[in-house]
């Protein structure tokens, strides 16, 4: 209660500005008091010069009064300095949420003036003495104060660790020796690893001028081939130029020919008309073998039409042209991996003193049903895929096969001649799902998003390219399909198949279901594009589903 009725007083005398006991205090008429130099500093910055107000309650006087040191408040502040001070000084001795308390102090407890690594106790200054005056103590070891005196505690031997006394040359020369052993390592090490950065950021150097230098070199390529391709256009163009003149040339003769036989035909036809109106019987008899006689006339078999079908022979070549870049240049790109560009990364150098760490293997292909589920993933089939006759249901999680066109807007992903359709999800990593079917039978596929959709060449049927992979399963048998090639797969028919996939392992699997998993078929590769689940159905009323064996 005393400290309490301390503050209110000290706050009762505090100035408004400084927020600080009084200094040389005044009072104005209003009655509140500031320091001298507080309120003479607030009235110097105001405004108005000719105005001056109190900072608390605004009152105003004019003029600026004249400030004198209030003794009686100077003196009940100096008298409050002194008793603050002792209370402060005397509260300082107790320990704060920071400080280290004495372990012995009952109530409020006094800040620790030591810790003893024997004892594991922090005293204050009042119960350290018997360390210092007992031979009981002698042999104890007395430190800074400390709250972590359990860090001491041997975790081998719930003991007290023993320490090292400084007569103890022989072990000191021990720890000194380890302790020398261990910078040098430490030492070594830096030397290392700033030896091991050099290379880092020569190696960054050379990634830069090596990038720089192949983008250079690619644009440089890149630049010949276009020249050689608008070479080539201009060559293609000049023998279509020609070509048609030849054949503009050839229509025009036969063109004039004609026109020529049309004005013959025209004057014959006039002869014959003259004659007929003749009443001269004599010299229509005479005059008539002449005139009635007709040159021979152009065959119309010898036109030949072929409306919008001129120089298609060239179309052809420059399509097939086209195409040829086109797989090239997705060969190539496809190709083209990280590894084609960086260099191998160095293995890191072990620690100069190791503990035994083994490298983890990749995870193997997992043994049991409940082992795959831990990679479940579930699918969805993206309606924008599906050829018009499917139609999917329970959320796109299903699919039939209808023997009628259903309404699907056009959409470039959609498949336009084989039953088929891919997931939404794109999968990559370790994954598993599982299909249902019913009816004659499925294909069960994954594929790359560049899959081809439209025309029936064998590029869009899912295992008929190299862009596929799938699994044709029946009521009798199993055919596993991967760029046109077909491989026999042995096992028991089942209406439930399981897919596992390890896409940076290059592994899919393919599992029969019933009372076990069967392993049916199993592919490595190099998988070089996110993958997508597909469904290939062949028979009207055949159904497939992704289920959710969970």
């Known amino acids: 209660m005393a400290q309490s009725g301390m503050n209110l007083y000290s706050g009762s005398i505090s100035c408004s500005i400084c927020l600080d006991l009084l200094k040389d205090p005044v009072a104005l008429s209003c009655g509140h008091s500031y320091c001298m130099k507080c309120i003479e ?13 109190c900072p608390q309650c605004r009152k105003t006087f004019t003029p600026r009064p004249v400030l004198e040191k209030n003794v009686l408040l100077a003196e009940l502040v100096e008298e409050l300095k002194k008793t603050g001070l002792q209370a402060a000084a005397a509260d300082h001795c107790y320990a704060g949420p920071e400080d280290v308390a004495c372990d012995v102090c ?5 800040k620790a003036f030591k810790s003893c690594l024997v004892c594991l106790v922090s005293y204050c200054d009042n119960h350290l003495q018997p360390h210092y005056e007992s031979p009981a103590f002698k042999k104890h070891q007395l430190v800074e104060p400390s709250k972590n005196l359990q860090e001491n505690i041997c975790s081998r031997h719930d003991e007290v660790m023993k320490m090292i006394h400084p007569t103890d040359h022989e072990a000191a020369e021990r720890v000194e020796k380890k302790l020398e052993v261990s910078r040098l390592n430490i030492q070594q090490r830096i030397q290392d690893r700033q030896k091991d950065v050099k ?3 020569q190696e960054l150097k050379d990634i830069r001028v090596s990038a720089d230098k192949t983008v250079e070199d690619s644009e440089e390529m890149f630049t010949q081939m276009i020249h050689l ?4 256009s201009s060559e293609v163009e000049q023998q279509i130029r020609s070509q048609q003149e030849t054949q503009e040339s050839r229509v025009k003769e036969l063109q004039e020919k004609l026109e020529q ?3 013959d035909l025209e004057r014959k036809d006039a002869e014959l008309k003259q004659l007929s109106d003749t009443s001269d019987h004599n010299q229509f008899l005479h005059n008539y073998p002449s005139v009635s006689t007709v040159s021979e006339s152009t065959h119309s078999s010898s036109i030949s039409i072929r409306p919008l079908r001129h120089f298609e022979d060239v179309t052809a070549a420059v399509k097939e042209l086209r195409g040829k870049v086109e797989d090239v240049l997705k060969d190539t790109w496809t190709n083209i991996s990280p590894s084609d560009v960086l260099p191998p990364q160095p293995e890191p150098e072990p620690d100069l003193e190791p503990e035994l760490v083994l490298e983890p293997e990749p995870e193997p292909e997992p043994k049991t049903r409940s082992g795959f589920l831990k990679y479940f993933q579930g699918i969805t089939l993206d309606p924008n895929t599906a050829h018009t ?3 999917l249901s329970e959320k796109n999680r299903r699919v039939t096969l209808k023997d009628y066109q259903n309404f699907h807007p056009d959409h470039p992903d959609r498949f336009t001649d084989w039953f088929q359709v891919l997931s939404r999800e794109s999968l990559t990593g370790r994954c598993y799902w599982e299909v249902e079917w019913r009816g004659g039978g499925v294909y069960v596929a994954v594929a790359y998003k560049t899959v081809r959709r439209t025309g029936r060449s064998r590029e869009c049927g899912f295992g008929l390219d190299g862009r596929s992979w799938s699994l044709y399963c029946d009521t009798t048998r199993y055919t596993f399909w991967y760029n046109n090639t077909k491989t026999p797969v042995s096992g028991r028919p089942s209406s439930r198949i399981g897919v596992y996939l390890d896409h940076s392992a290059g592994v899919l699997s393919f599992y029969s ?3 076990k998993m069967k392993l049916l078929h199993r592919v490595q590769t190099t998988f070089t594009e996110p993958l997508h689940a597909g469904l290939w159905l062949y028979n009207y009323g055949d159904t497939a589903k992704f289920i959710d064996p969970q």
């Open 41 to 53: 500093t607030h009235w110097d910055g105001e405004d108005l010069k000719t105005t001056y107000s």
């Open 106 to 110: 009952t109530g409020r407890k006094m």
């Open 199 to 201: 290379l880092l950021q």
């Open 229 to 232: 391709i608008q070479n080539r």
């Open 261 to 263: 036989e049309i004005r």
């Open 389 to 391: 006759h499917l139609v």
């Open 513 to 515: 279901i019933l009372k």
